[in-house]
């Protein structure tokens, strides 16, 4: 059980002026002249480094309607880890789902002392098959203590026609340390029932080996996982890496053939020569494939060399259509031209243009082919080569939707909401309530995109805390964060306002306690509603030391409720 102490509630008047002073923070021109309010500064939002103890700004929004049920979310307990230290970063894969057995997983470092399941060296797999009411913990990689694995990612791989979960085989994939460098990457997969068990760690050319970000799986037996990451000395990136490990379902083995391989993102991406550096950004990596595997993307965030009036941090995206054998990268696109982007972002200073800076991103691929990013972005203040990380004062972000096209070739954008809270940061000098000192750990916003299994819904859920004053905080933080989501009917041509689905007395627990979440790519379809498999950590329990153990739940009704769709405007 969580044991946070709730903030007793202020005034109304005092609530009415942190409103007021929320809203007075972002410039946005559905409120504002078009004429600059706010003077650019270099706030340089942290980097993620290679243990992941600092993170990016982010925020939220006033609280929205609750969940379409007078039933409140449930902590459903599946599991312990040993510390913090493998769930940091919200690119991994810690939730999953299978249709066609109806069965969640979550995947966890394991806890050999509160005690958990299985040993910190482990990749854990809980399991539910029925609808989450309860879990039950199965090993999914036996690490060692010379090869320890951590960072796990998991997904589900269902064989065709199979209905029972004892078929169902947990993929697991993630880093593995000698307890002094980043030296393999763990591949593991086995049936539910113990069998088929398959464990490969190895030895490839990667640049530190942390790969953990992007893991996917699809109906044809096609799994994946890969990063981007950097060489930095000190001052700027001065080398960058990708990798992709893709893997194949072996009938034979009954077992995953991996194959990894490695790309090169530093082509597109703008090297400054009077310093040696490229301008890539936080180690960014992202995939996603359609359900039959054919249709995939990958991509990271950089300053595309290929623009000629200047970039932001903008994804460069690759594109297959063959499961992964060959890769050909998207034209650059300047997402600063569309429509709600440039309704929503604050201009370039003296430019009539904007340029939404991305800070972190998923995505879901649809049953077009087309590639939903669901992405966090902040308004660059200047394109300039001195100046490229200004951003502006009170600019906490915002939440889109960005879709590109497959037939077309063409990107759309359609705004979700304002973010009005940053993302708690790390370190010595960190303001998150999590840990002191050097081991004070923050997170960011946690986006995440989910798509129903016929692809016609897709759905972007983040973080957000309803209202920093309430829980007596002067600065505004995501400190106390619920889990906001806003939904898409494809096929219906709708969409909705973002929804607070953990606030106040809907959602027990867990309001203002969504940290560290995750949620499942593929959602579960219900009757009228969607239901968003999606965890979080409680941080409480041991004392808001990042160096104790953490307790993994589920939140057992986290649903949109069809009736939130509305009618797009065309």
Same mark, same amino acid.
């Given at each position: 059980?969580?044991?946070?102490?709730?903030? $007793?509630?202020?005034?109304?008047?005092?609530?009415?002026?942190?409103?007021?002073?929320?809203?007075?923070?972002?410039?946005?021109?559905?409120?504002?002249?078009?004429?600059?309010?706010?003077?650019?500064?270099?706030?340089?939002?942290?980097?993620?480094?290679?243990?992941?103890?600092?993170?990016?700004?982010?925020?939220?929004?006033?609280?929205?309607?609750?969940?379409?049920?007078?039933?409140?979310?449930?902590?459903?307990?599946?599991?312990?880890?040993?510390?913090?230290?493998?769930?940091?970063?919200?690119?991994?894969?810690?939730?999953?789902?299978?249709?066609?057995?109806?069965?969640?997983?979550? !995947?966890?470092? #394991?806890?050999?002392? !509160? @005690?958990?399941?299985? =040993?910190? +060296?482990?990749?854990?797999?809980?399991?539910?098959?029925?609808?989450?009411?309860? /879990?039950?913990?199965?090993? &999914?990689?036996?690490?060692?203590?010379?090869?320890?694995?951590?960072?796990?990612?998991?997904?589900?791989? =269902?064989?065709?026609?199979?209905?029972?979960?004892?078929?169902?085989?947990?993929?697991?994939?993630? @880093?593995?340390?000698?307890?002094?460098?980043?030296?393999?990457? /763990?591949?593991?997969?086995?049936?539910?029932?113990?069998?088929?068990?398959?464990?490969?760690?190895?030895? !490839?050319?990667?640049?530190?080996?942390?790969?953990?970000?992007?893991?996917?799986?699809?109906?044809?037996?096609?799994?994946?996982?890969?990063? $981007?990451?950097?060489?930095?000395?000190?001052? #700027?990136?001065?080398?960058?890496?990708?990798? $992709?490990?893709?893997?194949?379902?072996?009938?034979?083995? =009954?077992?995953?053939?991996?194959?990894?391989?490695? *790309?090169?993102?530093?082509?597109?991406?703008?090297?400054?020569?009077?310093?040696? *550096?490229?301008?890539?950004?936080?180690?960014?990596?992202?995939? &996603?494939?359609?359900?039959?595997?054919?249709?995939?993307?990958?991509?990271?965030?950089?300053?595309?060399?290929?623009?000629?009036?200047?970039?932001?941090?903008?994804?460069?995206?690759?594109?297959?259509?063959?499961?992964?054998?060959?890769?050909?990268?998207?034209?650059?696109?300047?997402?600063?031209?569309?429509?709600?982007?440039?309704?929503?972002?604050?201009?370039?200073?003296?430019?009539?243009?904007?340029?939404?800076?991305?800070?972190?991103?998923?995505?879901?691929?649809?049953?077009?082919? =087309?590639?939903?990013?669901?992405?966090?972005?902040?308004?660059?203040?200047?394109?300039?080569?001195?100046?490229?990380?200004?951003? *502006?004062?009170?600019?906490?972000?915002?939440?889109?939707?960005?879709?590109?096209?497959?037939?077309?070739?063409?990107?759309?954008?359609?705004?979700?909401?304002?973010?009005?809270?940053?993302?708690?940061?790390?370190?010595?000098?960190? +303001?998150?309530?999590?840990? $002191?000192?050097?081991?004070?750990?923050?997170?960011?916003?946690?986006?995440?995109?989910?798509?129903? @299994?016929?692809?016609?819904?897709?759905?972007?859920?983040?973080?957000? !805390?309803?209202?920093?004053?309430?829980? #007596?905080?002067?600065?505004?933080?995501? +400190?106390?964060?619920?889990?906001?989501?806003?939904?898409?009917?494809?096929e219906a041509n709708m969409y909705s306002n973002a929804h607070n689905l953990t606030y106040e007395d809907g959602a027990g627990a867990a309001w203002g306690a969504c940290y560290f979440t995750f949620t499942a790519p593929v959602a579960i379809p219900g009757e009228g509603f969607t239901t968003l498999p999606t965890s979080i950590a409680d941080i409480a329990?041991?004392?808001?030391?990042?160096?104790?153990?953490?307790?993994?739940?589920?939140?057992?009704?986290?649903?949109?409720?069809?009736?939130?769709?509305?009618?797009?405007?065309?």
């Amino acid at each position: 059980m969580f044991n946070k102490n709730r903030i $007793t509630m202020r005034t109304t008047l005092l609530f009415a002026l942190a409103v007021m002073i929320g809203f007075s923070a972002i410039a946005q021109k559905s409120m504002a002249p078009r004429q600059k309010v706010l003077k650019p500064s270099i706030n340089q939002p942290y980097q993620l480094n290679a243990i992941e103890k600092t993170v990016q700004p982010g925020t939220t929004n006033k609280p929205a309607p609750r969940q379409k049920s007078a039933a409140m979310v449930e902590l459903v307990p599946m599991g312990s880890s040993i510390n913090v230290f493998s769930i940091l970063t919200s690119g991994q894969r810690g939730m999953a789902y299978d249709p066609g057995t109806n069965t969640i997983m979550h !995947t966890h470092r #394991g806890d050999n002392v !509160t @005690p958990g399941f299985g =040993n910190s +060296n482990d990749a854990v797999a809980a399991y539910s098959d029925d609808n989450g009411a309860s /879990f039950t913990e199965k090993m &999914a990689y036996l690490g060692t203590a010379t090869e320890r694995c951590r960072y796990p990612s998991g997904v589900i791989y =269902n064989p065709a026609g199979n209905t029972l979960i004892n078929n169902v085989y947990s993929v697991v994939a993630g @880093p593995v340390t000698n307890g002094s460098g980043w030296i393999k990457t /763990f591949y593991g997969s086995r049936t539910y029932d113990g069998n088929n068990v398959n464990q490969q760690a190895p030895a !490839t050319t990667a640049n530190g080996e942390l790969i953990r970000n992007g893991m996917f799986a699809t109906q044809s037996g096609l799994v994946g996982i890969g990063e $981007t990451q950097q060489l930095n000395d000190g001052n #700027g990136y001065t080398d960058l890496f990708g990798f $992709t490990s893709i893997g194949n379902f072996n009938g034979s083995t =009954n077992s995953f053939d991996w194959d990894f391989g490695t *790309w090169d993102p530093q082509e597109f991406i703008y090297f400054d020569p009077t310093n040696g *550096w490229y301008r890539s950004w936080s180690a960014s990596y992202q995939m &996603a494939f359609s359900p039959d595997g054919s249709i995939g993307y990958r991509w990271t965030d950089g300053v595309d060399n290929r623009a000629t009036d200047g970039s932001s941090f903008y994804p460069i995206v690759y594109k297959t259509t063959d499961g992964g054998a060959t890769w050909n990268v998207l034209d650059f696109f300047d997402f600063g031209q569309l429509p709600d982007v440039y309704a929503h972002c604050i201009n370039l200073a003296a430019e009539d243009r904007v340029a939404p800076w991305f800070q972190e991103s998923d995505g879901v691929v649809d049953y077009k082919g =087309n590639l939903h990013i669901f992405a966090r972005t902040v308004s660059a203040a200047s394109l300039h080569v001195d100046s490229l990380t200004y951003i *502006w004062n009170g600019d906490y972000g915002q939440i889109f939707e960005f879709e590109f096209d497959h037939g077309s070739s063409q990107w759309m954008a359609t705004w979700c909401d304002s973010l009005r809270t940053e993302g708690p940061s790390s370190g010595t000098s960190g +303001n998150s309530i999590y840990g $002191t000192g050097a081991d004070n750990t923050g997170w960011d916003m946690r986006v995440h995109a989910s798509i129903t @299994p016929d692809g016609k819904k897709v759905f972007g859920i983040w973080t957000d !805390t309803d209202d920093y004053a309430f829980w #007596g905080q002067t600065e505004a933080l995501n +400190n106390y964060p619920d889990l906001k989501v806003w939904g898409r009917d494809l096929e219906a041509n709708m969409y909705s306002n973002a929804h607070n689905l953990t606030y106040e007395d809907g959602a027990g627990a867990a309001w203002g306690a969504c940290y560290f979440t995750f949620t499942a790519p593929v959602a579960i379809p219900g009757e009228g509603f969607t239901t968003l498999p999606t965890s979080i950590a409680d941080i409480a329990t041991t004392g808001y030391d990042p160096n104790q153990p953490v307790f993994h739940y589920y939140l057992k009704g986290v649903d949109f409720d069809d009736a939130w769709f509305l009618p797009m405007l065309v």
